[in-house]
């Protein structure tokens, strides 16, 4: 047990996907693992450990922003041995080209700040994914008829933004669609020497001002959390 993470030692999984919502942690063990068994509740941030094709899986809620999921990255690489993160969230897209229920599968994430600053300072580390994970991951999307954005994604510290003229440079920069957590998971998975990848489903969109309609929120889901599962095992 850690200070955050209940499961004991050896029930979590070297692959581990991260959505930022616990309950959907909770509905894709049910949906896409067998014998899935909760192996965390502490403080309501559900994870799941069960298999996939016979592999072992967790899933485990993040939390929204990148103080919180470096809590649960730091406890479930460090404590408890995980190898493959792969955070499955939703994201605002950015560009003209990118349409609602796209998959986004970042390759890198800019950001304002990270909870990695202390250790960077001045420096701007280029936080990456892992480029196995995103190719198995790129070509499971394909293989499904997903469509697929491949690119550099905006990490930020807030859902309301008060900073519009930082959007602009982003969307002018090419950035894909913005979300709150992947540029954190990059920077602990660089620093342990572990995969990590975030494949996102568009939810909203910052310049039609779209939105998905609830209902299609689970099918499309379900399609970024497949993806995952064959990147991880490819
Ligand atoms: N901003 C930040 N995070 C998000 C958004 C957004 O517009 N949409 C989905 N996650």
Redesign the pocket.
């Known amino acids: 047990m850690t200070v955050h993470i209940g499961a004991q030692p050896g029930e979590i999984a070297e692959v581990v996907l991260m959505p930022g919502d616990p309950l959907r942690a909770e509905w894709a063990a049910q949906t896409f693992l067998d014998d899935a068994v909760c192996v965390n509740r502490v403080r309501g941030m559900l994870g799941y450990t069960g298999t996939w094709k016979g592999q072992r899986v967790t899933i485990q809620g993040s939390g929204m922003g990148m103080p919180s999921l470096s809590i649960y990255a730091n406890e479930l690489i460090r404590d408890y041995g995980a190898k493959t993160l792969i955070r499955i969230?939703?994201?605002?897209a950015m560009q003209e080209k990118v349409q609602i229920r796209d998959i986004i599968i970042a390759m890198t994430a800019s950001t304002l700040s990270t909870p990695s600053r202390g250790i960077f300072r001045d420096l701007n580390f280029a936080p990456c994914a892992d480029y196995d994970l995103l190719e198995a991951a790129v070509s499971a999307a394909r293989a499904k008829g997903s469509a697929v954005h491949v690119g550099g994604i905006y990490s930020?510290d807030?859902?309301y933004?008060e900073r519009p003229d930082l959007n602009e440079q982003m969307v002018r920069h090419g950035i894909l669609g913005?979300?709150?957590e992947a540029a954190e998971l990059y920077n602990l998975a660089a620093r342990h020497g572990v995969r990590a990848l975030a494949v996102l489903t568009v939810?909203?969109h910052?310049l039609t001002h779209e939105a998905l309609p609830s209902e299609d929120r689970e099918r499309t889901f379900g399609e970024m959390v497949e993806i995952a599962l064959e990147a991880a095992f490819a």
């Not at 969230?89 to 605002?92: A, E, F, K, M, V």
């Open positions: 969230g939703s994201c605002g930020s807030v859902f933004d913005v979300e709150m939810s909203d910052l």
